[in-house]
């Protein structure tokens, strides 16, 4: 009596000679993953010396977490988002195959001058206006729409401030980002698409967080940041199944870990894996 392979097909209890099969075919069992799916954070607006403004912060890249299954013999793709001056579809994210599709979108811009911030995962900040009593709208977050949402709203700007970028665990309010979102699937914790702030001389954000790039100063017209590029994890329970992204261990989860293989730079990476 053996237990052998065919294919992705497990045939149990094979008597040869009789050519009979007990328990005969059973498919061999999908995995079950936790992911994290981020995408690239927006960039800050540039501030201006003439007219003295300080510009708005940008919306952190969506960010989508769960549970899913890898099915054996299924190829599934990647692509990860790098940092880009302006909306761009260089800086969403994605996880996706035959069996399901999580995809997160770019944080909004923030705005450089006095209009509206720019939708997108989280909404960046609405530009200071001229007017006394006037306002800026922030850009939505969540857009497109996904469920659970991939991020949240930014703030608008008054004649005296600029708003601030959204970020996945919460709206922007007034000069205050929108809080990220705290994951430990790489094995340590880390807080992921967090909102930028305005008037911030431009702070350019750490790679592979998809955090929103800082707004610039008018003190020398400062440019605005740009965001983190982002990053897309899964984690399973047991040995590792599969090839793609850079592969490590945390006590009993294999960890896959997908990056920009040009971190720092505005090129999104694309990768492809199958479980046999």
Request: charged letters at 10%; a neutral charge; proline letters at 4%.
């Amino acid at each position: 009596m053996q237990t052998v392979y065919i294919g992705n097909t497990l045939v149990n209890d094979v008597m040869l000679g009789r050519q009979r099969m007990d328990d005969v075919i059973q498919p061999k069992p999908a995995i079950t993953i936790e992911y994290l799916v981020v995408a690239a954070g927006g960039t800050g607006g540039q501030g201006s010396s003439s007219p003295n403004r300080g510009a708005a912060g940008a919306g952190a890249g969506g960010l989508l977490s769960g549970s899913a299954q890898i099915l054996p013999g299924k190829t599934y793709y990647v692509k990860v988002g790098g940092f880009f001056d302006g909306l761009d579809p260089n800086g969403d994210s994605y996880l996706t195959g035959s069996n399901f599709y999580f995809y997160t979108n770019m944080g909004g811009n923030g705005n450089p001058g006095t209009g509206n911030g720019a939708s997108g995962g989280s909404g960046g900040g609405g530009g200071r206006c001229t007017t006394l009593g006037c306002t800026t709208s922030g850009g939505s977050g969540n857009t497109p729409s996904t469920s659970p949402s991939q991020g949240n709203n930014g703030s608008g700007g008054t004649n005296s401030l600029s708003g601030a970028g959204g970020g996945a665990g919460g709206a922007a309010s007034g000069t205050t980002p929108g809080i990220g979102r705290t994951s430990s699937i790489s094995g340590t914790s880390v807080t992921y698409a967090e909102g930028g702030t305005p008037a911030n001389s431009g702070t350019s954000k750490a790679q592979e967080t998809g955090n929103g790039g800082d707004g610039g100063n008018y003190i020398g017209a400062t440019a605005g940041g740009k965001g983190g590029s982002g990053v897309v994890y899964i984690r399973y329970r047991g040995a590792q199944a599969f090839t793609g992204g850079t592969v490590t261990t945390d006590g009993d989860f294999t960890i896959h870990k997908f990056n920009t293989t040009t971190d720092g730079g505005g090129t999104a990476s694309t990768y492809s894996f199958t479980y046999q």
